[in-house]
């Protein structure tokens, strides 16, 4: 029943129905714990459909991943044109420490770095140690990778990253695209 309400929970927000649904979502929370551990599904689909404001709340439930939630709250104050709120909450992300952090949030982590310009580098510098230091990484990281390399204007490395990645996710057939 959880799955079924969160299946028309997205169909809704494709459809542009915020309140249906949030009352649908309701529902597969009610339904199915995993949904309540894995809120950030719902808010991240939200955001992708250009309702950041919906998002807000169900971003301050996921309480139990702080560099997540930091990110996508930062997020959905950029794209509400909220840029000091924004840059707020992106700095408050940078803030904790990945060490002591239980939750596999790497690509937030990195993303922050990117949203905030990355002028150090620090964004761009961890996934080139990931890449270096890993003997197998996935499309994702080397995706990573490229977009740091784009927003520090180095564009011929930024392409070849994409492509290596492009090739990896075709190879693994997780689609055309």
């Given at each position: 029943?959880?799955?079924?309400?969160?299946?028309?929970?997205?169909?809704?927000?494709?459809?542009?129905?915020?309140?249906?649904?949030?009352?649908?979502?309701?529902?597969?929370?009610?339904?199915?714990?995993?949904?309540?551990?894995?809120?950030?599904?719902?808010?991240m689909?939200?955001l992708?459909?250009?309702?950041?404001?919906?998002?807000?709340?169900?971003?301050?439930?996921?309480?139990?991943?702080?560099?997540?939630?930091?990110?996508?709250?930062?997020?959905?104050?950029?794209?509400?044109?909220?840029?000091?709120?924004?840059?707020?909450?992106?700095?408050?992300?940078?803030?904790?420490?990945?060490?002591?952090?239980?939750?596999?949030?790497f690509?937030?982590?990195?993303?922050?770095?990117?949203?905030?310009?990355?002028?150090?580098?620090?964004?761009?510098?961890?996934?080139?140690?990931?890449?270096q230091?890993?003997?197998?990484?996935?499309?994702?990281?080397?995706?990573?990778?490229?977009?740091?390399?784009?927003?520090?204007?180095?564009?011929?490395?930024?392409?070849?990253n994409?492509?290596?990645?492009?090739?990896?996710?075709?190879?693994?057939?997780?689609?055309?695209?």
């Amino acid at each position: 029943h959880g799955y079924i309400a969160d299946l028309r929970a997205d169909l809704a927000i494709q459809q542009g129905n915020g309140d249906e649904a949030e009352a649908y979502y309701a529902v597969a929370l009610e339904k199915d714990p995993l949904y309540k551990q894995n809120i950030h599904l719902f808010y991240m689909r939200l955001l992708q459909h250009g309702q950041p404001e919906r998002a807000l709340p169900y971003i301050q439930r996921d309480q139990q991943h702080p560099i997540r939630a930091g990110f996508w709250r930062g997020v959905a104050h950029y794209r509400l044109e909220q840029q000091e709120d924004a840059e707020r909450e992106w700095q408050k992300v940078l803030k904790i420490d990945p060490k002591q952090s239980q939750e596999p949030s790497f690509s937030e982590l990195i993303l922050t770095h990117y949203y905030l310009g990355d002028k150090e580098r620090i964004g761009l510098s961890n996934v080139l140690r990931v890449i270096q230091e890993s003997r197998r990484y996935d499309w994702q990281t080397l995706f990573l990778a490229g977009l740091g390399w784009a927003i520090q204007g180095r564009l011929d490395n930024a392409e070849a990253n994409f492509q290596i990645a492009v090739n990896q996710r075709r190879m693994a057939g997780q689609g055309k695209l």
